[in-house]
């Protein structure tokens, strides 16, 4: 099946500084990649969907001027979590998938400090 | 995509049957039953899915009763390293890529102890 990888696995970052975290698609042709967000003992919640070479569109409550997606080739798209502060601090997974089945990345766990 | 409800948190010993259930009662002719886990601090794993008939993989299997309201994964020899978070999940199977999009629940928390 297809594999996504994502980096980095884990970062820590001082507050008001910026953090760009990578998926990428290793054998997969993904036109749509979907960024999820996940606080402590709480479930996956959908930021954004990802579309290659357009622009991305976000789920109700997600400032997209903070979380800058961006998806240039069909085997990347990249999250950039702008001006972080200590309420970013989650755990950040990224997917794609066929029309049988979603494949996700190993995700990134930010710290904002 | 229809809603599911699993209970909070299982417990099961080392070796024995693991049973989840899932209950869907609002699940349509055409959406799939979909199993995913989630171990502590990695991206979610996908298990098994079935439509109509009861399912086997080297994972597990998935019962799905024949009205299709409620559902039940089995991991058949529970180890310690089974010790995740489940999800039900239940969606269209769409064109695309558009299928890497979930709406994940609370899930089950199912703990395995020696």
């Known amino acids: 099946g297809a594999v996504v990888s994502q980096h980095p696995s884990w970062v820590i970052c001082k507050s008001g500084t910026s953090v760009k975290i990578e998926c990428r698609s290793l054998?997969?042709?993904?036109?749509?990649m979907f960024w999820y967000r996940q606080f402590p003992k709480q479930s996956l919640m959908l930021m954004a969907t990802?579309?290659?070479?357009?622009?991305?569109?976000?789920e109700q409550g997600v400032e997209k001027d903070k979380f800058l997606i961006n998806h240039a080739s069909l085997t990347l798209s990249t999250l950039t979590v702008t001006s972080a502060h200590p309420e970013d601090s989650s755990f950040y997974i990224c997917s794609t998938g066929t029309n049988t089945e979603a494949f996700f990345g190993q995700g990134t766990r930010l710290t904002v400090v | 995509d229809a809603k599911t409800t699993q209970p909070p948190s299982m417990d099961c010993a080392e070796g024995r049957a693991a049973n989840l259930p899932c209950n869907h009662s609002t699940i349509s002719g055409n959406e799939y039953v979909y199993w995913y886990r989630q171990i502590h601090s990695q991206g979610p794993q996908y298990i098994i899915h079935?439509?109509?008939n009861n399912e086997t993989n080297e994972m597990a299997s998935l019962i799905i009763t024949e009205d299709r309201k409620s559902s039940t994964l089995i991991l058949p020899h529970a180890t310690l390293r089974d010790t995740a978070v489940y999800y039900c999940i239940v969606l269209s199977r769409g064109g695309g890529t558009s299928y890497g999009k979930l709406t994940f629940g609370q899930g089950t928390i199912l703990t395995v102890h020696p």
């Open positions: 990802s579309n290659e070479g357009s622009k991305a569109t976000y």
């Open positions: 054998d997969f042709q993904a036109t749509t």
């Open positions: 079935g439509l109509k």
